[in-house]
C-alpha cells in the first residue's frame, strides 16, 4: 500500500504561483511513476503531469506546458508541482497518484493509489 497526502493548495491571483505537494507513505519503493491529475466542478478528472521514479521522464498536459513543473525529492519521498502563470481555468482540485506497474502516463486508469485532493482557485 501506498498513503499519499497532498498540501500546499489555495487562493491565488491570475498570474501568480503555487507549489502543491504530495508526501508518499508506506510502500513508496513500489511506485514507478507518480502523476499529477486535476478536476473541476463539473469536468472529468485530467491528466497534468507526471514523472517517472528514476526522473528522467517527465509528461506534461499541453495545457501546462511550459508553465507547470513535476519534480521529486526522493529522500523526502515527496513529489512536487511548481505552478506558475496561473489562470483562472487552472482552478480545480488537484489529486497526487501512484502507478505502480507499468502503463500510460496520462491514464488515470493506470495509477492505483490517490491522494485526496488539493483545492487551487485562481481569481481573475
Known amino acids: 500500500q501506498v498513503q499519499l497526502v497532498e498540501s500546499g493548495g489555495g487562493l491565488v491571483q491570475a498570474g501568480g504561483s503555487l507549489r502543491v505537494s504530495c508526501a508518499a507513505s508506506g510502500r513508496t519503493f513500489s511506485w514507478s511513476a507518480m502523476g499529477w491529475f486535476r478536476q473541476a466542478p463539473g469536468n472529468e478528472r485530467e491528466f497534468v503531469a507526471a514523472i517517472s521514479r528514476s526522473g528522467s521522464i517527465t509528461r506534461y498536459a499541453d495545457s501546462v506546458k511550459g508553465r507547470f513543473t513535476i519534480s521529486k525529492d526522493n529522500a523526502k519521498n515527496t513529489v512536487y508541482l511548481q505552478m506558475n502563470s496561473l489562470k483562472p481555468e487552472d482552478t480545480a482540485v488537484y489529486y497526487c497518484?501512484?502507478?505502480?506497474?507499468?502503463?500510460?502516463?496520462?491514464?488515470?486508469?493506470?495509477?492505483?493509489?490517490w491522494g485526496q485532493g488539493t483545492q487551487v482557485t485562481v481569481s481573475s
Open positions: 497518484a501512484a502507478r505502480t506497474y507499468i502503463g500510460s502516463y496520462s491514464d488515470a486508469s493506470s495509477y492505483d493509489y
